[in-house]
Each structure stands twice: as C-alpha cells, then as structure tokens.
C-alpha cells in the first residue's frame, strides 16, 4: 500500500455566527494516499468542502479550525501563510466548481496559469514559462492552444474554462490534486470530458485526486476509496465497491436507494425522510438519529464513531445490524 | 402511442413546427443584429395523464419551448394547440382564462416565490387573479396543502422559514391551485439535494396519478427522466433529435447525441459505470446564432459524412418504430440492463 500523503486528525471546523457558533466540520479523519483517488460525498451543508477549504488555510475570518491535517508530514494547520502559500498552486493543486468566478476575467488565460507557474518557479524564464503554458493547455485537450491561450475567460465555453482551471491545478506537477464539484457545473457530455481529463492527468503524474461531489455516479466511475459525510462527519468509508454493494450504514444505503438510476425503470424511490440537523442545534446523539429507520435508544445519547464493520469503517451503533434490518423492512412493506 | 385508444383521442397539447427566435447584437463593437433560433421548429403531442420530457444539454431550447407552450413567452412561429384550441388565435382576455388549465413548476422555488408574501397569500393570487370566491379557494388550498403533506398553519409562515423541499412543495401547490390539466415542471427537482428530490419525485408521481393530470417535464438529469417520464424527446441545438417512448428512447438510441448523452451520464453503481463503453464527444454544442448548416449536430458527429452539411435530417422513423433525425441512424443500447437490487449479494 502506499504511503500516506494527506493526512487529516480530529479536523474542525466552526464558524461563528450571531448566537452561537456552526458546526460545519466534526472532526474528520482522512488518509489520501499517494496515487489515489478518494472522493468525499455528500449532500449540501454535510462539511465536504469546508474540511479540504479548512487544511488549505481558505475559509472565511470567522472560521475557528482545529485539529491536525499534515501533508506529507508537513502540518498545515495554523502553519504560517507563506508555508500554505508555497503548497497551493505547488505540490497541492485545486480545481474549484465554478470556473467563471475562480478566473481573473480581465487577465488572458495564458496569463493567469503562467502566473501560476511564476509565483512557485520565479526563476524560470518568460520563454519557457510560455512554453510550458501552451504545453499545459494541449495536456488538459484545448485545440488550437498557441491562440487560445490569448483568449480572455469570457471568450471560452464552460467546459473550456474548466480545462484552464485543471491546467493551472497542475502547473506545478502538484502531488495531490483537490477537486471541488468540478463537473457540477457543466452539462453531462462536457462532464465526461473533464473527467477524462482529470483522469488522464492523474495517471499520467501519478498525483493523488480527492474528488469532492455530491453526484454517487461520478464517484462510481472515478474514486478509489469513499468517504461519505453527514452533518459535518464521515460517517462511512471504504473501497469503492464495498461502499456501493457492502455498505453498512443506513444513510448510505439510504441515499443509493433514493437516487433514480439510467438503468432502471419502475422501481419504486424511497426517500429517506426529514432533513439533515441543523449545525447550531446538533442533537446529543447520532446527527442522522431523527431520519433513521433503525435508530436504537442509545443512538439518542451517544453520537457514534467510525470503527470497522466488515470491509468498511462506519459510525452507526447499529451496524452490521443496520443495513439488514432496513431490508427486512422494505420487505415487509412490499 | 402506447394504447391504441389513446392514439386515437385527441391529444391534450399538440405543438408543430414550434419556433421561437431572439433578437441579438452579434459581437464587435458595431456588430449588427442577428437571431438566437432557440427552438428551430419543434413539434410533438402529449396526451392527457402522461409525461413527456423534453432533455437535453443548456441551450437546446428545452426550457424555452416549455414556457412557448405556457405563454410565458410568445412564439415566433408554428403552433400550440391545447385541449383543440389553437392559443395563438385566442385574444388576451381568452389566453388568461385559459391558462388557468396549463401552470408551470419552476427550477428554484427560491427566486420562483415572492419573499414579503406569506404562503397564504401567494396561493391565494392565481385564486383572485381568475375571480375564484374566497370560500371555495381556500377549501382548494387547504385540501392541496395536505395533499403534498404541508399543514394549515404553514399558510400563515413566509418562504424563507421552509426548506427547499417544502418551498418546492409550495410551488406546486401555487401551480395546483387552479385545477390545470397540464403542467410544466422545468427543472423542478435540479436545486435539490437527492434525499430531498426523490420525495419530490414521489410527490409528482402520486398528484399526477391522483388527480389524473399531464406533465411537460423540462430536465438534464437522464435518470430523473428515465424514472418520471412515459416519453422522451431529446433537443439539441433547438430541435428534436429523436424521440418515442421511454424504453425506446432509453434501450434503443438511434441518434448518436442521444448514444453520447446516455453514454456520459453516470450510474451510481461501480463495476456497471467502470465497464461501460464511453462515447467522449469532442468539443462544445455550437452558438445558436450560427448554426451548422444541415444536421447541426454534425461538427461533434463521429459519423458526420458529407450529405450531414448539405442536408437537414428530417425527424421521422427509419423503420425502427420511433422518431429520429439522423442520415444514419443506427439502434443501439448504450446503457446496461440490470437487476433493480441496489446491494447486490456478497
């Protein structure tokens, strides 16, 4: 197995607001290892993006981060700007969603990625900056990249905005890409080829990718391993294929089982229910306790914590009892 | 379509040869006017108690023939025939009386409902705007709230103090409250997080069934559509490309957009998604101020020959028993059948 290249422990976050504070983060742990690609889902407010914004030093003023998150040793938490400043855009490279509001629009895209190579190689000279720009473009598949890379951020499509952003992620042959909802913007046959895009990159530099997204079929096609977070929490992870087929946790099972699929027709959806807990009111228990169909007294009380279940690691006092007794109801109800 | 009997009534909503252009500077800095075709001539029929959705990519029109057919917008040319009654004859007076049987569902329940009116209130416009006595409204809304599980008090609360679910559940209570016969939903599930949009799929399904009515779906998301809809029409670029039924649509794709759009929707499921074909379509949809000429799907076509830029595939049924428009169309299911068990045994 490969070793261990971002590291997060007990990882929170909150943010202070009138009356109290924001839970958005409860203590994450993740491994990314070298080489791999692990996503982290998640539905609106379940902490996804705020834990990689968190480690990356890019929250708001307001935001009080604790624990640890170190980077190939390196710990970034509460490390000094120049140290953070030095990793971004350098060994860690970041795609956000929404490349229209992550470009500088009155900059040509050429200029803005060479700036990118520029602040981490200063010394390297204009031509081969230059060089190294169009080489960029033409690895990410924009044609044409010698003229492209005059053309304003306006000037280019969606998907082709997005290809500018993965080229300035990966500048600076970074060892660990963070990807943000990167397709959630863009239509579906666009999607496919960013995704190919990112996977191409990430074999050909053999980087690790964390893919953050709230959409179970990219992560099917692209992860490694899965994290799935809830309330501010990683409430399951493991391989891919056991997270789809062997997961133990009833919000994981939950949301495949809610998700309409291309492939099939007729079956009926199950929703599961309520609404996630507010992060300023947290129940004492288990955050998914008011949704869960199997919830036990103790998941009232005590707020459970990841440990090994099977091939999976999942924080539900109920497991491996869960997910069997959800389908003994389902049968029942059918 | 399906039903022989229902082939034969008369259809609820006819559309032919549906266009609509907008007006636009072309760029520089003295560009002269030019034309967006957002939909180049669209026609299809939806019959009363199914759904028929309308997918495709942004900017193929989708949206824009949708709010054609419930006169938000007005047409440019061609026809929309509801309930045997051509909209575009009907004078201001006539179209708003009958309106009240065709009501969209928008994307955002957010911006969609007014924020300083409390619930109440904005179920009770449609009411007064088509003089229905207040009795009998509020005996409609009462019933309608319960009917998508919101309660009586809720009425007197404002938008911001629902979630997005609930807000969606408003609006389509708003869109309830006249007794339509037709709705268009355009993208009425998009905004919301899964857990909370396979309720609101439920919720449709269960009011389309229970008060019999018919549904012009607007939507990206393949798999919501596959889900929802008993027909499918896929737009690009303004047009209908092919469209039938939704197995036809789904399992037997003659049309390589609607092969590629299939073939770039993920399905949540690792070892179906990891050994899937995948067909990886170069280049962006292009500008509907100048399309290609002929097919307009051709500059992104891997089987584009020359008679595509000469001449404009026809939507019609190659022999297949359903509708497409392509020179060479070619059957082909792109998305593997499985068994429906979301955890499969170990």
Redesign the interface.
């Known amino acids: 197995m490969n070793e261990v290249l971002l590291q997060t422990r007990d990882l929170g976050v909150e943010f202070a607001v009138s009356g109290g504070a924001v839970h958005a983060v409860r203590g994450v742990d993740i491994d990314v290892r070298r080489g791999e690609v692990v996503g982290i889902v998640g539905e609106s407010g379940s902490g996804k993006s705020a834990t990689m914004l968190a480690l990356l030093g890019l929250l708001a003023p307001n935001a009080k981060v604790h624990g640890s998150a170190s980077f190939n040793g390196i710990e970034m938490i509460g490390a000094p700007h120049e140290q953070l400043r030095a990793l971004r855009g350098g060994r860690i490279g970041m795609v956000f969603q929404d490349p229209m509001t992550s470009l500088n629009p009155v900059l040509t895209v050429g200029r803005q990625i060479a700036e990118a190579i520029e602040v981490h190689q200063p010394t390297l000279r204009p031509k081969r900056v230059m060089a190294r720009v169009q080489e960029l473009l033409e690895v990410v598949a924009i044609p044409n990249a010698s003229e492209r890379m005059r053309a304003y951020p306006h000037e280019l499509s969606g998907g082709m905005r997005q290809r500018v952003m993965i080229a300035m992620a990966v500048a600076n042959d970074p060892e660990l890409i963070i990807a943000d909802e990167p397709t959630t913007a863009l239509d579906v046959t666009i999607q496919a080829q960013i995704l190919t895009v990112l996977a191409d990159l990430r074999s050909r530099t053999n980087s690790a990718l964390v893919i953050i997204t709230h959409d179970l079929g990219v992560v099917a096609g692209v992860a490694d391993r899965v994290n799935v977070m809830y309330a501010g929490r990683v409430v399951e992870r493991g391989p891919v294929e056991e997270l789809f087929y062997r997961n133990q946790h009833p919000y994981t099972a939950g949301l495949l089982a809610c998700l309409p699929r291309l492939d099939t027709r007729g079956r009926d959806l199950e929703p599961i229910g309520g609404a996630p807990p507010l992060l300023d009111h947290l129940p004492k228990g288990c955050a998914f306790v008011s949704r869960c169909k199997v919830a036990e007294p103790r998941c009232h009380d005590v707020d459970p914590q990841l440990r090994d279940v099977g091939t999976v690691s999942v924080a539900c006092h109920v497991a491996p009892a869960a997910t069997s007794a959800m389908k003994a109801m389902k049968a029942v109800d059918a | 379509m399906t039903d022989l009997t229902q082939a034969a009534a008369q259809p609820l909503l006819k559309v032919r040869d549906l266009v609509k252009s907008f007006p636009v500077r072309s760029s520089g800095f003295r560009g002269g006017r030019g034309l967006v075709h957002a939909v180049a001539g669209v026609s299809f029929d939806l019959h009363q108690g199914q759904t028929l959705s309308l997918v495709g990519?942004?900017g193929c029109g989708k949206s824009t023939t949708a709010r054609c057919v419930v006169r938000i917008l007005d047409p440019t040319s061609g026809q929309v025939e509801f309930d045997g009654v051509d909209l575009g004859t009907l004078d201001a007076a006539a179209l708003r009386s009958a309106r009240s049987k065709f009501q969209m569902v928008f994307q955002d329940p957010q911006a969609s409902l007014n924020p300083r009116m409390t619930v109440g209130e904005i179920l009770a416009e449609p009411l007064k705007i088509h003089h229905i006595p207040g009795a009998e409204g509020r005996e409609r809304i009462r019933e309608l709230m319960s009917l998508v599980q919101l309660r009586s008090a809720d009425l007197d609360r404002y938008p911001h103090q629902f979630?997005g679910?609930q807000r969606q559940r408003i609006g389509i209570v708003r869109a309830l409250v006249l007794e339509p016969k037709l709705i268009a939903l355009d993208e009425p599930v998009s905004a919301l997080?899964?857990?909370?949009?396979?309720?609101i799929?439920?919720l449709l399904e269960r009011l389309r069934d229970q008060l019999g009515l018919s549904y012009l779906f607007i939507a990206?998301?393949?798999?919501?559509v596959?889900?929802?809809s008993e027909h499918v029409a896929v737009m690009y670029l303004g047009k209908i490309v092919e469209s039938g039924t939704?197995?036809e649509v789904?399992e037997q794709s003659a049309h390589p957009y609607t092969q590629?759009?299939?073939?770039?929707?993920?399905?949540?499921?690792?070892?179906?998604?990891?050994s899937r074909d995948?067909i990886?379509?170069a280049?962006?949809p292009p500008s509907p101020i100048d399309p290609p000429s002929g097919c307009h799907f051709r500059t992104r076509c891997w089987k584009a020959q020359d008679r595509c830029a000469e001449e404009a595939p026809v939507l019609a049924d190659p022999g297949i028993g359903h509708l497409v428009a392509c020179h060479f169309p070619e059957v082909s299911n792109v998305?593997?059948?499985?068994p429906?068990d979301?955890?499969?045994p170990?």
């Open positions: 990519e942004s979630s679910g997080d899964v857990s909370i949009q396979a309720e799929i439920r990206h998301d393949l798999s919501v596959r889900h929802l939704n197995d789904y590629a759009l299939l073939a770039a929707a993920p399905i949540p499921d690792p070892l179906i998604e990891r995948r990886v379509l280049g962006d998305i593997v059948q499985q429906v979301f955890r499969r170990t």
